[in-house]
């Protein structure tokens, strides 16, 4: 008998590859047959599945996986976007990331991926009044992930957080659609002011390795942020800013960077 195909998996293209990369990974690796099907091929739809990862990830003897899995269910049922954006993310991951083969490695594998979702879980109880619950979803997410997203923060879609060790993005940053950033990134303030204090990162933008930009500054589209650069102004859109403190030093080389990922400098 030909095993069955979760429910609604050929109406989502998405989930139905991550469903064959999944029979698949069983085939070639049976001793993970098991985490793969609680993981994926148990659940009907990818929403269901993510619910499953952020509460098997996150609980703890101080909150169980049936709360964790009761809230993101909510959160999934409740705001389509969260599905919408998760798959987006998916999508933006694979296509940057030269070390990501297939669909079912973020959901499985890849923190940045899997702390970005939860983050957006928290940003959802988040605006809907329950700000102590996602204070420790965001703590949570920082003990298991090593990521630091507050949840009042606003993330657009279609990110990539290549490697995510000490990720932190703070209180009042807004990052647009199809950023990239890889470890080490900060979106801070620049001293205990409160209000509005940091930064807003519009579409498109690549930020390298290290980089920190910081204060209530505007980063323009499709701009570079060199490894290592600290960002104290503004910088206009489809440049490449690098040093400390940075500096333009170019265009950006490109219409894309977030999407070709291209991190090298010029002459």
Avoid at 24 to 32: F, H, K, T, Y
Avoid at 114 to 120: E, N
Avoid at 134 to 149: N, Y
């Amino acid at each position: 008998m030909p095993e069955r195909k979760p429910r609604f998996a050929t109406l989502d293209p998405v989930w139905a590859r991550i469903c064959d990369e999944a029979r698949q990974a069983v085939r070639d690796e049976p001793l993970l047959g098991g985490v793969i099907h609680n993981s994926l091929l148990h659940h009907p739809t990818m929403e269901r599945a993510l619910a499953f990862r952020f509460a098997v990830k996150l609980s703890s003897a101080e909150i169980s996986e049936q709360i964790l899995r009761e809230i993101a269910d909510e959160a999934y049922a409740a705001d389509l976007w969260l599905g919408e954006a998760a798959r987006a993310d998916l999508v933006a991951v694979h296509e940057r990331d030269p070390a990501c083969h297939r669909f079912l490695q973020p959901i499985l594998y890849f923190k940045g991926y899997q702390a970005v979702q939860a983050y957006r879980v928290g940003h959802w109880l988040w605006n809907r009044g329950r700000p102590d619950m996602a204070s420790f979803i965001q703590m949570r997410v920082s003990e298991v992930f090593g990521v630091d997203i507050h949840p009042a923060a606003r993330i657009g879609k279609g990110i990539m957080i290549d490697h995510a060790h000490s990720i932190v993005i703070g209180e009042t940053a807004v990052v647009g659609d199809n950023v990239s950033m890889l470890h080490s990134v900060t979106l801070g303030g620049t001293g205990k002011e409160d209000g509005d204090r940091h930064p807003k990162i519009s579409d498109g933008v690549l930020i390298g390795a290290g980089a920190k930009v910081l204060g209530n500054i505007r980063i323009g589209r499709c701009t570079r942020i060199a490894a290592g650069s600290v960002v104290l102004s503004d910088v206009p859109a489809c440049k490449t800013v690098a040093g400390v403190p940075a500096r333009i030093v170019g265009e950006a080389g490109c219409d894309q960077p977030a999407l070709s990922m291209d991190q090298l400098l010029g002459e």
